[in-house]
């Protein structure tokens, strides 16, 4: 009898021990996870806020500033018609003017001197030559009084070209500003043939925002954009044209907001909306849809959704996205074009290539 209770005793303290653990686990779970399986209206407006949260941060950000900068839409005389490598112009080099000679190429005076030995391309220049480039294009002896404060460290930069029009394109870059960083800028570019052509333009800001950009051209054609916080997808938008001529009809449209998922598909009458990849009972559909245009996005304008949820209320996209729509326009075409890649790196680059140029000349004459 006596072993019987000790036995009963241990059976009690083990069943109380498995219930410790399970509750124990039970609160974790909930505590990693609290939102309700299936509320699609709630988790649209959680992504949303999140958006909203983000372009907040990255419209008022001094790298945001920089990289859309009107200036640097100005277009430049210039033209680049050699291809050089990080191999050619990799070094330290500040912002150091020398206006005692004067060339044709790139500017009429060489800008840079090179005071250090690097793998990679490193830039010291004044911050109001970096935000308006156009001070570049016209030397005023006031610009040697500024102090070289904003930096370019390039861990990758190449630019091969030919006359047939084919060329190969990429940047991989920090950008800092008054020793604070301000992110990284990468774009890698090739155009093969008319057909074989792709474009995609990175920016990571300090805080760990992102924004990408991405087309490529062959037999169809694809056009993307997202907005991610780390690994964290918070928008995607997707358009897949199909070739036809000179008309390309739109084969698949994807919206991604945080883990909704909106879709349209060849054979399918409506739009599909997925919550977590579940497809959902809600009704969806397409209001002033300008499929026609080159930009048939929510981001653009474009295009709006109205989704019906399951107790019935609806909301429009643009409605809920509606503070940062404008904003995210500008944002994609800024990214899409990556003036500041254009106007700013590849033309100190080349200054930098055609200085060594002009000194090698000038050395055998």
């Not at 990255?58 to 277009?75: E, N």
Request: glycine share 6%; aromatic share 14%; with cysteine.
């Amino acid at each position: 009898m006596g072993n019987t209770n000790l036995i009963f005793r241990g059976m009690k303290k083990n069943v109380f021990v498995v219930a410790v653990i399970i509750c124990v686990v039970g609160y974790s779970c909930s505590w990693i996870d609290t939102s309700k399986p299936g509320d699609l209206k709630n988790s649209l407006e959680k992504s949303a806020g999140k958006i909203n949260t983000a372009v907040a941060k990255i419209s008022g950000s001094d790298a945001w500033q920089l990289i859309s900068g009107t200036d640097l839409a100005q277009k430049s005389d210039i033209s680049y018609t050699d291809s050089i490598t990080m191999k050619l112009i990799s070094g330290i080099y500040s912002y150091q003017p020398d206006t005692t000679r004067h060339f044709n190429h790139n500017s009429s005076f060489k800008m840079f001197k090179k005071v250090g030995i690097s793998d990679s391309l490193i830039i010291n220049m004044p911050n109001k030559l970096a935000f308006h480039p156009y001070y570049m294009d016209e030397y005023d002896r006031q610009y040697t009084m500024l102090t070289n404060d904003f930096t370019i460290k390039a861990s990758d930069y190449h630019f091969y070209y030919n006359w047939r029009g084919q060329f190969d394109y990429g940047l991989k870059a920090g950008l800092i500003l008054d020793k604070a960083d301000l992110g990284t800028i990468q774009v890698a570019q090739y155009a093969n043939a008319r057909n074989d052509q792709m474009y995609s333009s990175d920016f990571t800001f300090a805080d760990g925002y992102a924004i990408n950009t991405f087309s490529q051209v062959g037999d169809s054609i694809i056009r993307r954009f997202s907005l991610y916080k780390d690994n964290d997808t918070l928008l995607q938008e997707q358009v897949l044209f199909i070739k036809n001529g000179t008309w390309h009809p739109e084969r698949q449209y994807t919206l991604s907001i945080g883990n909704v998922d909106i879709k349209r598909t060849p054979g399918i009458d409506s739009i599909q909306v997925f919550l977590n990849g579940v497809l959902q009972k809600t009704a969806a559909k397409f209001i002033d849809d300008s499929t026609e245009t080159s930009e048939p996005t929510v981001c653009h304008r474009y295009r709006d959704i109205v989704l019906t949820f399951d107790d019935g209320t609806t909301v429009k996209l643009s409605e809920l996205l509606g503070p940062v729509l404008d904003q995210m326009g500008d944002i994609v075409d800024s990214l899409r074009n990556m003036w500041f890649a254009k106007r700013v790196v590849d033309y100190v680059a080349f200054n930098i290539y055609y200085s060594k140029q002009w000194f090698s000349y000038d050395m055998q004459h």
